[in-house]
Structure formats: C-alpha cells, structure tokens
C-alpha cells in the first residue's frame, strides 16, 4: 500500500451530468434541488446547493449531443437504478415539490427490505435517472 496519500483528504468535488440543453437543465436543478448555478460558459455550468451540508456536492452540466444519459438496470432485478442519489429529511415534502415540476412522477413505494430507506426514483430535464430517499419514518 502506497503510505504517502494515507494523510491526503479524498471526497467528491463534482459530479458531472450529461445534458442536452445546458439553459433548461440549468432552470430545472435551480427549480428541483435547489442548485444554484456559480458559473457557466457555452458547454458547462456549475452548480452548488443552495444549502450545503457536510456530504453536499456541487454537479458539473455538461453540455453533450451523446445520447448517453445516467441510469442502469439491475441484472438481478431489472429495476432501472440511479447513478446519483440525494438524501433527505423530508421525503413526502420533497415528494410534493417534484410532483409541481413532473406530474407523472408515482407514488413514494414502500422499500422491498426492511433495512432499506424509503425513497424513489426520476428523471431530470434531460433524461438522466435521479433518486431521493430518507432514513426518517
């Protein structure tokens, strides 16, 4: 094992989102999470939370005409998966909000297992699968 990055700090700084239309995508996560755009240029914006927690990380648009967008099957259970997942305090409330910006957005489902939180899944304006969940009952 390499002992010289034992004292280095490794989190996330960014993730990075594909998206077709950088201004709409822009708008969407200012309207949905509360993602503040810091600055942008022709092909990039990025984004920081409004309110930022210890685990908040800032999301990097990028703007692409790959059809490519984030989200997978489970071989197991061929439930289409998120790549990024948001927590919350506040399921039903933060439910709610989405409902105004995606009214087909389903009901909140019950977990399959007991040890899993509650949450679920949605698309942002450019297609790529999200997921919200939260521990509190």
Known sequence: MDSSINSATICIGSIEIPVFNLRRAIEWYKKALRYDCVWS???????????????????????????????????????????????????????????TLIPSLGAIPEPVNDWAPRGFGFEDSEG?????????R
């Open 41 to 99: 240029d022709e092909w990039h914006a990025m984004l920081h939370p409004q309110a930022v927690v210890e685990s908040s990380a800032k999301i990097l648009l990028v703007k692409t005409d790959d059809s490519f967008r984030l989200k997978f099957k489970s071989t197991f259970t061929n439930t289409e998966h998120s790549v990024i997942d948001f927590e919350t305090d506040d399921l039903e409330r933060f439910h709610q909000h989405l409902l």
């Open 128 to 136: 790529n699968r999200l997921a919200v969940f939260s521990y509190s």
